[in-house]
């Protein structure tokens, strides 16, 4: 059964179908190995099973928040104060880049909003500045890596539902490694303006920096409101999310940047995306579902377990499995599809659910910036107007401080536990 929902899963991607028809056939293929073909009711069974849950509630309204931020411009805002910020560091528009996907990471939850938002902007003003297409591009394209790690997290808020894990815990446990993330990227750019002569910004006065401040700083302070919201407990994730998108169209209205048009393609855009996503994880619940009656998750863990039972031999080969996954799939998906297998293995080997949440969204994350089928790569070719293998070849470098991060919190879980056992107290 494994093999045979593999086979013709991965069979019909590198074919070029959609991902949710790639799963639903070979689900289908299972149910009639397995004997069910007089029972094909299964399938919407089990779809609206895998898609009934009020935790994924969060998802369209995260969603329609970074949309409507988009759309109400508030993105030039942190753009424009985040060059005040650190413009004038030696390759001043770089470090920018950083810090407004950092900033924007805190609204959106999700890496092609980032792409999508910032990314016009960013390799725009980069290539007026004397940057190379090139490097331009796929820093922005790496450094959306961070969107879903930081607080409001769509990723994080899926991997919750499989691992029936705590949302707020997941939330609190992102922020160190997110800012690591940045923190790596911006001491990576570092190292490389000692070599290549990148261009400075003048640098900004106190009173620039205040007036940048202010006019941003209704965008600044949506991360603190959506976090904030969440762990006093004054909103569930799902109503959080209600809070983001309700402050996000006051401010298109306040800035009156948000037209009916504008609004409309918002609203669009959401229903396209979260539709999508939804499809994944229902037809995701139908391949689990029959992996779970073939008790492949079990065979696979004695399997495991049998060869190591090293818990750091174990991560280093699961870190290493995710990344390649990660260039083939999409996050969601494969989370859905591998979390039935994994977490009895981390169970038994006494790793913690939210430490190994966080390794396995970035993990999987990074897959968004490499070649075949990493989506964000698609979206910045349609941005930047490259070809696909020059902006793959351009990103390869910047993986170096996305992987350096990744070994780091896999193996000291202090980096994403302290602040959800401090907050929180132990789990």
Known sequence: MGWLLLTIFLGLMLFGAPITVALGTASLAGL????????????PQQVLDGVDKPALLAIPFFIMA?????????TDKIFNFAVALVGHFRAGLAQVNVIASLIFAGVSGAATADIAGLGTVEVKAMRERGYSPDFAAALTLATSVVGPIIPPSISLIVYAWLANTSVARLFLAGIIPGLLVG??????????????????EPKAGLRKLGTSAVDGFAALVAPVIILGAILTGFATA?????????????????????TWRKLTDALTQTAIITSVILMLIGFAQVMGWLLAIEQLP?????????A????????????????????????????????PLLLPIIDSLGIDRVHFGLILTLALLIGITTPPLGIG????????????????LAVLPLLIP?????LLITYVPALTLWLPNLVMGPG
Not at 183 to 200: E, G, K, S, T
Not at 298 to 306: A, D, F, N, S, Y
């Open 32 to 43: 009639f190995h397995a004997g069910f073909s007089d029972s094909l009711y299964i399938i």
């Open 66 to 74: 970074g949309n409507l931020m988009n759309a109400a411009g508030l």
């Open 183 to 200: 923190i790596a990227f911006m001491i990576f750019i570092r190292l490389l303006a000692i070599r290549y002569d990148f261009p400075r």
């Open 238 to 258: 799902t109503e959080a999310g209600v809070l983001a998108c309700g402050y996000s169209l006051l401010l298109g209205l306040l800035y009156r940047k948000l």
């Open 298 to 306: 079990l065979r696979i863990g004695e399997t495991i377990l049998g």
């Open 308 to 339: 190591t039972d090293d818990r750091h031999v174990f991560l280093l080969l699961v870190v290493v499995f995710l990344l390649v996954v990660g260039c083939f799939m999409e996050a969601t998906p494969s989370k859905i599809i591998l979390l």
């Open 377 to 392: 790569l698609y979206v910045m070719v349609g941005i930047s107007g490259l070809p696909m293998e020059r902006l793959a």
């Open 402 to 406: 996305l992987v350096a991060v990744l």
